[in-house]
């Protein structure tokens, strides 16, 4: 299975990413391959919600020709998994993780039929410095965004609060065992 794992983070070594990485771990001894993206790694441009979309779409899949474009699109379409990961930031996933997802409006065609991705996927990891039920709303605003209105299979979550501070998770050795755990499952 190709997994590809979506770094909403600008610290690689944070509390999502971390277990992010546990479960890729996991999916890893379990034989899958991975592609992890960094979205601070890669030019991505915001979204214009262009007109004639539809058919831009259908061309060239953006009207942006930027990484998002030309290298993250294609590596969506040929993924089997998809794992978003996100901290909380002023009440929500991170900028660039809502700008990652408002690109894929290049998957809706204009009757707002999806194309390429039911069928696929997805895990989301969210994490904050607040106890884990002030921000479970991010949860389940990607759990519906991605299943009810993309189409995407959910195979589960990790909604992780009481993380103050980058490396936080350390302390949670049983949350990280049980992320690396649900990576071992992947099938």
């Given at each position: 299975?190709?997994?590809?794992?979506v770094?909403?983070?600008?610290?690689?070594?944070?509390?999502?990413?971390?277990i992010?990485?546990?479960?890729?771990?996991?999916?890893?001894?379990?034989?899958?391959?991975?592609?992890?993206?960094?979205?601070?790694?890669?030019?991505?441009?915001?979204?214009?919600?262009?007109?004639?979309?539809?058919?831009?779409?259908?061309?060239?899949?953006?009207?942006h020709?930027?990484?998002?474009?030309t290298?993250?699109?294609?590596?969506l379409?040929?993924?089997?998994?998809?794992?978003?990961?996100?901290?909380?930031?002023?009440?929500?996933?991170?900028?660039?993780?809502?700008?990652?997802?408002?690109?894929?409006?290049?998957f809706?065609?204009?009757?707002?039929?999806?194309?390429?991705?039911?069928?696929?996927?997805?895990?989301?990891?969210?994490?904050?410095?607040?106890?884990?039920?002030?921000f479970?709303?991010?949860?389940?605003?990607?759990?519906?965004?991605?299943?009810?209105?993309?189409?995407?299979?959910?195979?589960?979550?990790?909604?992780?609060?009481?993380?103050?501070?980058?490396?936080?998770?350390?302390?949670?050795?049983?949350?990280?065992?049980?992320?690396?755990?649900?990576?071992?499952?992947?099938?």
């Amino acid at each position: 299975m190709k997994i590809a794992a979506v770094y909403g983070s600008p610290d690689k070594k944070g509390n999502s990413a971390s277990i992010t990485d546990a479960i890729l771990r996991g999916a890893i001894n379990n034989g899958h391959s991975i592609d992890r993206i960094y979205l601070h790694d890669i030019k991505m441009g915001n979204c214009l919600g262009c007109k004639n979309a539809g058919k831009i779409h259908q061309e060239r899949y953006c009207i942006h020709n930027d990484e998002m474009t030309t290298e993250i699109i294609p590596k969506l379409i040929q993924t089997d998994l998809i794992i978003i990961s996100s901290p909380v930031y002023m009440g929500h996933i991170t900028g660039i993780t809502k700008t990652f997802l408002d690109r894929w409006y290049t998957f809706c065609e204009e009757d707002f039929n999806i194309r390429f991705l039911p069928g696929k996927k997805f895990i989301t990891v969210v994490t904050s410095g607040a106890s884990g039920e002030v921000f479970k709303n991010v949860t389940e605003y990607l759990d519906y965004w991605l299943s009810n209105f993309f189409k995407l299979e959910k195979v589960d979550q990790i909604h992780a609060g009481d993380l103050m501070g980058s490396g936080a998770i350390a302390e949670k050795k049983e949350l990280l065992n049980r992320a690396y755990a649900l990576g071992k499952l992947i099938n």
